[in-house]
């Protein structure tokens, strides 16, 4: 009886060596793999190393990252060092770069609060330009670029800044000394830009020979203007 089973089952046993290794032949355990660190990669280095390693990589999503340049490896899943069957799906996400942040709108603002609001919104304020405006003098009338636009922080932008409605005439300030001249447009509420000279056969060296803006122009208080000076010919 003993006899009997023993060969059966020795029978069996072999008949299932011979159908796991001939017939139906399979590893009896899985083989498995570390998964590898591809943090920090970009997508198709990441790619390849994985695939090198026997894995497979799943669905690839996008997020935004501050430090991480666009295209490489923010996250992996299962994470590095984690054995897994081989041929396991990889999910990954990939950067693309860093958050751009909307232009604020700062137009009706004073200038000194709308820097303020720039920079609390991530970017710098660059140059302040003014510009003739219905606008008090002082106020952003609006920015480049314009508010709505999106930028990479700390990207900077341009304010314009309003230096008042052009309600003053502009003097004539031709045949008038250069202290004269600033004289004049002190009282008018005007300012002396830069004065540069010409040489003039015809003109009292000294005076004022050309202006800009030009008289009876319409400027706003406090606007810049240049003047020529005659200088006589050596």
Not at 60 to 66: I, L
Not at 80 to 100: C, D, F, K, N, T
Not at 104 to 130: C, F, H, I, M, N
Not at 161 to 170: C, E, L, N
Request: glycine share 12%; hydrophobic share 45%.
């Amino acid at each position: 009886m003993w006899l009997w089973a023993g060969g059966l089952l020795g029978a069996f046993l072999v008949g299932y060596v011979i159908a796991a290794t001939v017939l139906f032949p399979a590893p009896i355990f899985a083989r498995t793999a570390a998964v590898p660190r591809v943090i920090g990669m970009p997508q198709e280095r990441a790619e390849a190393t994985l695939t090198g390693a026997g894995l497979q990589v799943a669905a690839v999503t996008t997020e935004p990252h501050a430090s991480i340049e666009r295209g490489s490896v923010i996250w992996q899943d299962p994470p590095e060092g984690i054995a897994v069957p081989q041929g396991q799906a990889v999910s990954l996400v990939v950067s693309s770069g860093p958050q751009r942040i909307p232009v604020p709108d700062v137009s009706g603002y004073d200038v000194s609060l709308a820097k303020q609001l720039v920079a609390a919104a991530g970017l710098r304020t660059g140059s302040v330009e003014s510009t003739q405006a219905p606008a008090p003098a002082g106020v952003v009338i609006n920015s480049r670029p314009p508010a709505g636009g999106t930028l990479l922080p700390g990207t900077e932008i341009t304010l314009v800044v309003s230096v008042g409605a052009p309600t003053i005439s502009v003097p004539d300030l031709r045949g008038l000394t250069r202290d004269v001249a600033d004289s004049v447009l002190q009282q008018a509420g005007l300012g002396l830009g830069t004065a540069m000279q010409r040489t003039s056969i015809d003109r009292t060296p000294g005076t004022v020979i050309g202006q800009s803006p030009a008289p009876g122009t319409l400027s706003a208080p406090g606007t810049s203007v240049n003047i020529t000076i005659a200088r006589r010919r050596n």
